[in-house]
């Protein structure tokens, strides 16, 4: 399992002098792009296929309170992908000093095409690495209907 670790800031934490919810979601991002490069999907890789992440959902389950002056650790999990490779949710714990998993984060997204602003299969080159990537026990295919599964759009409530 692939594993990045953030030092707790002062500016990482809330009102409540805890680790806010939009550092989860940024300490979640980041190990996401570490990943990528960690595989060799490099910036410069993506910029030369003009394609890149997009995310359509994020969902948060804390578990436990993370203080100033720990460090915590973030997974990065598969936990799906259409075969094509358009579509893929990761799975990313949170685990503290002790190794308790302190918090969880799901997320669906996409990859673009950066020139015509829609979204493209994974190159096939791109998607072999993908295939080597660590995958939770509840792994699955995913399919376009999937991806909408958490909501719906106001239009479509009509």
Not at 1 to 22: S, T
Not at 40 to 69: C, R, S, W
Not at 72 to 92: A, M
Request: charged content about 25%; hydrophobic content about 35%; aromatic content about 12%.
């Amino acid at each position: 399992m692939f594993l990045k670790e953030f030092e707790i800031r002062w500016n990482d934490l809330d009102a409540n002098r805890h680790l806010a919810n939009i550092t989860y979601l940024s300490y979640a991002s980041e190990t996401r792009m570490a990943y990528l490069n960690h595989v060799g999907l490099t910036h410069k890789d993506l910029h030369k296929k003009a394609i890149g992440p997009i995310v359509f959902n994020e969902q948060l389950f804390y578990f436990k309170e993370v203080m100033p002056d720990e460090k915590i650790r973030v997974s990065f999990e598969l936990d799906g992908s259409s075969e094509e490779g358009t579509f893929f949710s990761f799975v990313h714990n949170f685990f503290n000093n002790k190794g308790e998993n302190v918090a969880r984060c799901e997320m669906m997204g996409a990859w673009m095409n950066l020139s015509t602003r829609k979204l493209t299969p994974l190159p096939q080159e791109f998607l072999n690495r993908f295939e080597e990537t660590h995958k939770t026990t509840t792994f699955k295919t995913l399919t376009a209907a999937d991806t909408r599964r958490h909501g719906r759009r106001p239009q479509d409530l009509k």
